[in-house]
């Protein structure tokens, strides 16, 4: 290896370590108001707020607390499942949630709601309740489902 790689690759070598040292991570757990401890997806929005998708609803945390958003059966607008599977920002900044057994959401950022997105269609033969992965990528939602 000749001395001119070597130099720079110490430098960044040392640059990146010194780096690392400035890292911190705190776990959020019930106390901050986490409805449950499995976490299945994780996605930091435009503004800041990172949601958590668990088993027991999705949870907003706004850095100090969580909004948890679960099923409730008095509202047949709302989420209809409490199992959250995946989430996603596209470039419009709207959020995306799918969940298993209950199909594709978006989120309604002026009304604080969740607005049930249907992929019923008849050229669709997967199980489209049962959302494993989402994606954005330019104008397009990867949807991955279960099977």
């Known amino acids: 290896m000749s001395k001119n790689i070597v130099i720079p690759f110490f430098i960044i070598s040392f640059y990146c370590f010194l ?17 449950q401890v499995t976490i299945r997806a994780i996605v930091q929005d435009y ?16 850095g100090y607390s969580c909004k948890v958003y679960s099923y409730n059966p008095a509202d047949p607008e709302g989420l209809q499942t409490n199992m959250i599977t995946s989430l996603t920002e596209d470039e419009n900044r709207t959020l995306w949630v799918g969940t298993h057994g209950s199909g ?15 992929l019923d269609t008849s050229k669709v033969k997967s199980p489209r309740k049962k959302i494993m992965s989402l994606y954005s990528a330019g104008n397009y939602l990867w949807i991955g489902t279960r099977d």
């Open 104 to 118: 594709l959401y978006k989120y309604n950022r002026e009304m604080d709601r969740f607005v049930y997105f249907n």
């Open 19 to 35: 780096q690392a040292e400035n890292l911190r991570f705190e776990q959020i757990s019930t106390e901050q108001g986490l409805s």
């Open 47 to 62: 503004q800041g707020f990172v949601w958590f998708g668990t088993d027991d609803g999705l949870n907003r945390f706004d």
